[in-house]
């Protein structure tokens, strides 16, 4: 790993960092003020005149602790799709627009290797991922503490986190393997984006009927099951089954890069 480029990359998606963890601090603040078990029956009345929207985004049951209704209203859709945003676009100028500028071919011109320039990429990208999920864990908390001080179950959602960090990292390596495939930007950032993408739309189709159910074994959020982990009841075998997922994604894309002539 080099540090002066691990700077100079993290440094790049300074502003975007910033952005999502705006954006992300205000939907935590926001989400978790509405929290009160005594407004069960007007969600229930809520989500039986909308059911199918309400299941599509993982909102079926409220839950009756702070920490089943985060993992509800937070964990099923919007905490996984802000951090994929942050993950594509940080992808794209990792890998991908390096490609097109022509400056990765500069800096494969320097003494550092390319096995130290892919990990050092590669680490860029978790490091961010990382950062996410802290930055999540801190808002929640901190939301939590001031406005039901007590209330969450704060050893059960650092795993609830732990869980997230693999699937969002499996989501970096997926987008990662795929900017160093393809050499075209397009295809550098469509084929790791649409894929993920696809696999977020696919669970959201699988949770609004039976007839539907089935598309959850096509997609690797099913292992992400946060209603069960905020339960309690769950296991680490899927979450495992993640981070395994992401090694080998992010070690193909390591792979690739040392081995791809970038002069075509």
């Known amino acids: 790993m080099n540090l002066t480029l691990f700077r100079r990359d993290f440094l790049q998606n300074k502003l975007l960092i910033i952005i999502i963890a705006a954006v992300t601090a205000m939907y935590s603040i926001v989400v978790i003020s509405m929290f009160d078990p005594a407004l069960g029956e007007s969600l229930e009345l809520m989500m039986e005149s909308m059911p199918d929207l309400f299941a599509a985004f993982g909102m ?18 919007l905490f996984v799709l802000l951090p994929l945003v942050l993950i594509v676009i940080v992808t794209n100028k990792l890998v991908v627009r390096p490609q097109d500028k022509g400056t990765l071919g500069w800096l494969l011109a320097t003494p550092v290797s390319r096995s130290k320039i892919a990990v050092t990429k590669a680490v860029t990208l978790i490091y961010t991922i990382l950062l996410e999920i802290l930055w999540i864990l801190l808002c929640c908390i901190g939301a939590s503490e001031i406005l039901f001080s007590g209330e969450l179950d704060i050893p059960q959602f650092l795993l609830l986190n732990s869980g997230l960090f693999c699937l969002l990292s499996l989501f970096g390596g997926i987008c990662f393997c795929s900017g160093c495939i393809f050499s075209d930007s397009t295809l550098g950032t469509g084929v790791g984006s649409g894929i993920c993408i696809a696999f977020v739309l696919l ?3 699988s949770q609004v009927g039976e007839e539907t159910e089935w598309l959850k074994y096509l997609t690797p959020l099913t292992l992400f099951d946060s209603t069960s982990i905020a339960q309690g009841d769950f296991s680490v075998v899927p979450i495992l089954m993640l981070l395994l997922a992401s090694i080998f994604f992010f ?3 390591i792979f690739v890069f040392c081995k791809k002539d970038f002069s075509v």
Do not use: C, D, S
Not at 60 to 77: Q, S
């Open 60 to 77: 079926t049951n409220a839950g009756n602790t702070l920490i089943e209704f985060i993992a509800n209203y937070l964990y099923g859709f």
């Open 203 to 205: 669970q959201m189709l």
């Open 251 to 253: 070690g193909m894309g």
